[in-house]
């Protein structure tokens, strides 16, 4: 029971984290629209504008009206984006950190997971009730982000790069070379940079993803039976429990993203405090939906992601049925 668990989650963790990388980038880099422009408008006090351009023409007054918004580009458009300017390599940038980051975070969240629900079960005549899933994922999902933390912030980052300007690009070479250079430039203690937002949107996920999971398998093998143990079993299970997960977890995960991703410049403040100012500045500059930006590629990459990795674990799992380790 004690290391099974965590190879059967980690080896299902790579496998959906490596499949879905693309779907993620576009959720990130959705979720830094607006800020770079916010952040020039903030310092800078600008008189009260009228809405419109008004100038004398005789005795009579002639207004243009305010120029409209530019719309922010939606998915489609921010992948289309990357494809032009970055080419098909640049939808997988960061691929590295995502391959470490679900080596260190997915395999102990999902290993850790699969003890303590054993073991609860076992305690509680064979039964875990939700609450006692939700217990366990969200202890799981703790530690794990505290572990995983460095190749969490340079996935962050590498997947960012391609949004900045030339000369203030980091250009990573790799994930060793991002956590060398942070821990070297800023310090090690940056590498958990946002840890504590990393580790609530990690307790959120797998507390929401895992227990729903578990939770929506019971609930269909109880009415249709166990020998509804099969694919269409854990994709529906999985399903539900990716659209779950992505709407309880996207609030934290904007701000997280923007915490990990900002740049302080040497003798400067940091554009943000912390994860509470972060969330305000956000909320004031953009509006409340702002934290909710990148909720469709969220969906489009938590939703695929969860399938994939509950249906390779069941494989697994039948492939290590017979081992014990």
């Not at 994922?137 to 996935?155: E, R």
């Not at 962050?156 to 070297?184: C, E, H, K, T």
């Not at 797998?206 to 694919?231: F, H, M, V, W």
Request: hydrophobic residues 45%; contains cysteine.
């Amino acid at each position: 029971m004690g290391a099974k668990g965590f190879v059967e989650g980690g080896i299902a963790s790579i496998v959906a984290g490596c499949s879905t990388h693309p779907l993620d980038l576009i959720k990130v880099r959705m979720q830094l629209q607006g800020e770079a422009s916010a952040a020039a408008a903030a310092p800078t006090p600008t008189p009260a504008l009228r809405p419109a351009l008004a100038f004398q023409s005789g005795t009579h007054t002639v207004s243009l009206p305010a120029a409209a918004p530019t719309p922010k580009p939606g998915p489609i458009s921010v992948g289309a984006q990357i494809l032009r300017a970055e080419g098909a390599a640049g939808l997988f940038s960061g691929i590295s950190a995502t391959v470490l980051r679900q080596t260190l975070y997915s395999t102990t969240r999902m290993g850790l997971y699969d003890i303590l629900k054993k073991r609860w079960t076992q305690e509680n005549a064979g039964v875990l009730p939700l609450h006692r899933k939700i217990a366990a994922g969200l202890i799981a999902g703790g530690v794990g982000a505290a572990v995983g933390n460095p190749a969490d912030l340079a996935m962050v980052r590498m997947q960012a790069d391609g949004r900045l300007p030339l000369a203030d690009r980091r250009n990573y070479r790799s994930v060793g070379d991002a956590i060398a250079r942070m821990a070297r430039d800023e310090g090690v203690r940056s590498l958990w940079r946002g840890s504590s937002l990393t580790v609530n949107r990690a307790m959120i996920v797998t507390a929401s993803q895992l227990a729903t999971y578990d939770q929506a398998k019971e609930a269909i093998l109880a009415r249709r039976g166990p020998a509804a143990d099969g694919l269409g079993t854990h994709v529906a299970a999985s399903f539900a429990a990716g659209i779950v997960a992505a709407a309880a977890s996207n609030p934290v995960d904007v701000v997280k993203t923007r915490v990990m991703n900002m740049k302080v410049a040497p003798g400067a403040p940091p554009p943000y405090a912390g994860a509470v100012d972060c969330a305000l500045k956000t909320v004031r500059s953009e509006g409340v939906m702002a934290l909710y930006k990148g909720f469709i590629p969220t969906v489009s990459r938590q939703g695929p992601f969860t399938v994939v990795l509950f249906v390779t674990l069941e494989q697994v799992r039948k492939v290590f049925k017979d081992v014990d380790f």
